[in-house]
């Protein structure tokens, strides 16, 4: 009801997006939009989600509010431009066949979704969005928007002197902490990329495993239990996730570090590496709880086990064969690269020295 209330009373005041997101129908959402049109009128319009990505804004750059029915601007470009949009004091305006002008800006956007999961692109510490899931009405009544219209000057009344709830606490009115809901969490863990997913799957399971909360490590390290899951990752697609999402940093210097591999042994899935050196990364598990990517993952490998158990129902001793033969292949190759590595490293430093003892003995004789 603050949110009406400012609207009415305090309409330069900046507000937070409202996103209202339900799967199911018949919740009141298109009536709920109806009815703020009905309630500021000219100083309402409906936008679609081409409007906002089209350079001519002459419609609607002036309005109050700035509702869209059925919302899905799940790219980051458009994302980026309504969270300008919602703070900016200002705004170039722009009608087809004429020159941009600038004027002040202050509209607020109510959006509205059937699509629970990735309506907009919404980014971990986001404080300017307000998610609402919708319930279901309990029964239908086609007159309801006529009935809220007979009511509008009640309400108007209602909202000049009520005492609002709340006060100022941030640029948007509203805490962050206010604001921050189950709805909006799960938009943000659907935003995750299946790379920065698996990332966080893996060193769950390595902590889970190996019974610690902090795992150190190098790109190389994660390079190497990926391929070894045949994981298709780049390097640089995991140090953007390191860097960008999880606002890590590598050591300043090269220094020793110990980490965890696949372990060759039979009946233990990781073990402890030997002392390594490099500029290695410190992820903890609190850490990635705090990213609110364990969940979702959860359900992802429950899906995937889901998968596997039908196949293992339907083909039981092709695919059990198949899966066993397949993960001693994995073992003897890593075990043989394990061996040779090392190896072929103290080949080719004996043939540095002997090249090297070669070229002094010519030295010596000439």
């Not at 009815?35 to 679609?48: D, H, I």
């Not at 009344?157 to 006060?167: A, C, D, E, S």
């Not at 941030?170 to 189950?182: A, D, G, Q, Y």
Request: hydrophobic share 35%; net charge positive.
């Amino acid at each position: 009801m603050d949110y009406l209330q400012l609207l009415y009373r305090r309409p330069t005041q900046k507000l937070p997006i409202l996103l209202l997101v339900s799967e199911e129908r018949n919740t009141g959402k298109s009536t709920f939009l109806n009815f703020l049109k009905a309630l500021f009128q000219e100083n309402v319009t409906f936008n679609t989600n081409e409007d906002f990505r089209s350079q001519f804004n002459a419609d609607w750059a002036g309005k109050l509010m700035i509702v869209v029915d059925e919302v899905l601007l799940n790219r980051r470009e458009d994302s980026e431009r309504l969270k300008n949009l919602s703070t900016a004091h200002s705004y170039k305006m722009e009608a087809k066949g004429k020159d941009r002008y600038e004027v002040q800006f202050f509209a607020k956007f109510v959006l509205c979704s059937n699509n629970e999961n990735f309506p907009v692109y919404i980014e971990p510490e986001e404080t300017r969005y307000w998610v609402r899931k919708i319930s279901r009405l309990e029964k239908d009544d086609t007159s309801f928007l006529q009935k809220l219209k007979e009511e509008i000057p009640a309400f108007l009344y209602y909202l000049q002197y009520r005492n609002p709830t709340t006060k100022e606490e941030s640029r948007m009115w509203f805490s962050p902490s206010l604001i921050r809901t189950e709805a909006l969490e799960k938009i943000i863990r659907c935003n995750r990329s299946r790379i920065e997913l698996d990332m966080a799957e893996l060193l769950i399971d390595i902590m889970d495993t190996m019974q610690v909360d902090v795992v150190d490590f190098c790109i190389n390290d994660l390079l190497a239990l990926f391929n070894y899951s045949m994981v298709k990752v780049e390097r640089h697609q995991v140090r953007n996730v390191l860097q960008q999402y999880w606002k890590l940093e590598p050591a300043p210097n090269a220094l020793s570090y110990s980490t965890y591999q696949i372990s060759v042994l039979p009946g233990q899935k990781y073990s402890a590496s030997s002392k390594k050196v490099g500029r290695f990364y410190t992820v903890t598990r609190e850490k990635i709880e705090r990213l609110s990517l364990r969940l979702l993952n959860m359900m992802k490998y429950k899906e995937r086990d889901i998968n596997k158990r039908v196949t293992i129902q339907q083909y039981p001793q092709q695919t059990s064969t198949k899966s066993f033969a397949c993960q001693k292949r994995k073992k003897i190759v890593y075990c043989i690269f394990n061996f040779l590595f090392p190896l072929f490293g103290i080949i080719f430093n004996r043939v540095n020295k002997i090249n090297n003892g070669m070229n002094n003995r010519k030295t010596q004789l000439k």
